[in-house]
């Protein structure tokens, strides 16, 4: 079961809603990605039911991911809350804590 949660930036408006970094449901596998040419975070599908690794060496096996913004794929970088939760605006030096009142859902 998944879970995602609204990200608000200590210092600017920037808010977010979703995992916060690798979360897995039941059939889906997900990460949240950062674009630097956006400055915008979201998750995106990376596997599906199981299917993310590779046998032979255990890796994961990452879909081709695009921003849903400009639609690159060569200014992303992953994104976790846990290690490392900078703003992704581009000016901002603020970090992004889970909200107070933004609740979270459970997905699967």
Do not use: Q
């Amino acid at each position: 079961m998944g879970i995602g949660r609204k990200y608000k930036c200590t210092s600017c408006a920037y808010e977010f809603f979703g995992s916060g970094g690798r979360d897995r449901g039941f059939v889906a596998t997900t990460r949240t990605f950062e674009c630097t040419s956006c400055g915008i975070l979201f998750d995106a599908t990376i596997g599906y039911d199981g299917k993310d690794r590779d046998k032979k060496t255990s890796m994961f096996v990452r879909k081709v991911v695009k921003c849903p913004e400009c639609k690159r794929k060569d200014s992303l970088k992953l994104w976790d809350y846990l290690y490392d939760p900078h703003c992704p605006r581009e000016k901002c030096k603020g970090k992004m804590k889970p909200a107070a009142n933004g609740g979270f859902i459970m997905w699967d």
